[in-house]
């Protein structure tokens, strides 16, 4: 992956390889008391003024018309969302002079929620790209998962973790591209903290190389044997890896990304500096072409002499960005064209989020990878779909397409942005891992052990000897406690038909475009 351009070598026999890669009452009347009545007066009294406290701290005074309270209707996520607010989340700080002491973990932080949460059944549905969680986990349904399963998947992983009663073990095999392998542990010791004690003992490897590896045609048929499970940042069609959010959620230092909060506040403030019809009316990439022939064969769409297919493209200069200290690679300051293009690099890259929070049109060389949360994107609505094999014609037609149909791709543009900002906010970040985990830990037959090179780790053993970057990444995405909710209600798996019809939605919205195209082309011929 990258954003766009960071990168490891071309990829080997064994797996590995891979490439690194705004940002916004009740009104009384005296009552007359008899002697006969006056104690069962004081009851009522005493019951209605009890009401009325309690009613005055529920209602707000915005939802007053005329006189009358007027209680909100709550959707299931605003009813979640409320009961946050009226929680007081516990902050348990790090504790890195007890670290610093004893060269161990502290045991000052709770291990389970103090309760367990009442209202649960209110906490909000997940969204739908949790339903793939099951798809993917799907190759060890009816099999569960052995041991020799998980230690078959050791030949390309770079780390095995382990968790049991809530404390992680991590055994090292091989360091990662530069810090993914440090930054993905540090965003799941943060889940361990979000939600202490509710995760089952888990035992996975863990390959942070770009391509998957595990290839469905070599676990098919009568005779062959259950894949070993492999967590990894993408997958295509062809293979059976089980995605895992990728990194840069909790910061990628080196080429200076901050974590997922600051960062997605920053684009959604970028994007109020700029309207969509403020824009510059082209198609922008920037990113380094190096790394994919896709990527070289999109440089041929940049405006010449002689030709303008509507795409400005940036051949990115990773180390001479780096010797400037990363002034004009800003993701909050490149949301200034009305059109953004997505293409892969090596595999899928971390820059397809970004993109898409840009309320840009995002024109998206159709993909052969995919993460954790974009097979729920939807042609035309997020998205316009562009021809890999005929990307200048593809993205010329799109480009005249939204600057004549402006109001339908600005929709398009802020539709994509709002799936980021609302769908993609780390709380749901959290509950993607929480889930996928969980689901994983019920198909284990065996009770994970920690392993004999395996070393305790905990957010005070990462964050507490942390230097310059790291450790400002690292604190900006530290959870501060327990979460005062439970995870969002994971979704039901999708039925065949329901998963048919989904795919065939995609493929037909594709299809309509192509459509569109050919007739816009045979149009510029008369």
């Not at 060890?140 to 009663?165: P, S």
């Not at 990662?176 to 889940?191: K, N």
């Not at 009305?338 to 989020?353: C, D, L, M, N, P």
């Amino acid at each position: 992956m990258n954003i766009d351009g960071t990168r490891e070598s071309a990829p080997q026999g064994n797996g590995h390889g891979g490439h690194g890669g705004k940002t916004t009452d009740t009104i009384w009347r005296p009552f007359a008391i008899t002697s006969t009545r006056s104690s069962a007066v004081c009851v009522v009294s005493v019951l209605l003024l009890v009401g009325a406290l309690i009613s005055t701290q529920l209602l707000d005074s915005s939802n007053f018309v005329g006189g009358l309270a007027q209680m909100p209707l709550l959707s299931t996520k605003s009813k979640g969302e409320s009961l946050k607010k009226h929680r007081q989340q516990i902050e348990v700080p790090l504790d890195c002079s007890a670290h610093e002491l004893t060269k161990s973990c502290p045991r000052s932080y709770p291990t389970t929620t103090d309760e367990e949460d009442p209202d649960s059944n209110l906490n909000a549905t997940c969204p739908e790209y949790f339903r793939w969680i099951h798809e993917d986990l799907r190759p060890w349904a009816y099999t569960g998962i052995t041991l020799d399963m998980v230690e078959r998947a050791k030949a390309t992983a770079n780390f095995r973790l382990v968790v049991l009663n809530g404390t992680a073990y991590v055994e090292q095999y091989q360091k990662a591209f530069q810090t993914r392998d440090v930054f993905t542990l540090w965003g799941i010791l943060q889940l361990l903290r979000k939600y202490p004690g509710k995760l089952p003992d888990l035992d996975l490897m863990f390959d942070c190389v770009d391509w998957p590896v595990i290839k469905s045609i070599d676990y098919g048929g009568p005779n062959a044997t259950t894949p070993p499970p492999l967590f990894r940042y993408c997958k295509d069609n062809e293979t059976l890896d089980i995605v895992f959010p990728d990194w840069s959620f909790w910061g990628w230092p080196e080429i200076r990304v901050k974590s997922w909060v600051p960062l997605l506040n920053d684009l959604m403030e970028g994007n109020q500096r700029m309207g969509w019809d403020e824009r510059e009316p082209h198609a922008y990439w920037k990113g380094n072409p190096e790394v994919a022939e896709t990527r070289q064969d999109l440089l041929k769409c940049n405006v010449s002499d002689q030709q303008d297919w509507g795409a400005r493209v940036f051949a990115q200069d990773w180390k001479k960005e780096s010797k400037a200290g990363y002034k004009t690679s800003n993701l909050a300051d490149q949301c200034v064209h009305r059109f953004k293009i997505y293409v892969e690099g090596s595999a899928w890259s971390v820059s397809e989020k970004y993109i898409l929070a840009c309320d840009s049109v995002t024109l998206l060389v159709q993909p052969r990878y995919f993460d954790f949360f974009t097979r729920s994107l939807k042609p035309l609505q997020h998205y316009w779909p562009i021809k890999p094999n005929d990307k200048c014609r593809s993205i010329k037609h799109a480009v005249d397409w939204g600057n004549t149909h402006q109001q339908e791709a600005k929709a398009m543009g802020k539709a994509a942005s709002e799936f980021i900002k609302e769908d993609l906010k780390i709380d749901y970040v959290y509950d993607y891992m929480f889930h996928l985990l969980n689901e994983y830990g019920k198909l284990l037959r065996y009770k994970p052990t920690v392993p004999k090179n395996a070393v305790e780790l905990c957010s005070e053993s990462m964050a507490c000897p942390a230097k310059g970057l790291n450790k400002d990444y690292m604190m900006e995405s530290l959870v501060k406690g327990p979460s005062v909710t439970s995870p969002c209600t994971m979704p039901p798996p999708y039925d065949p038909a329901s998963l048919r019809n989904l795919l065939s939605e995609q493929e037909n919205s594709i299809k309509q475009v192509d459509e569109w195209e050919k007739k816009f082309w045979e149009n510029q011929k008369v």
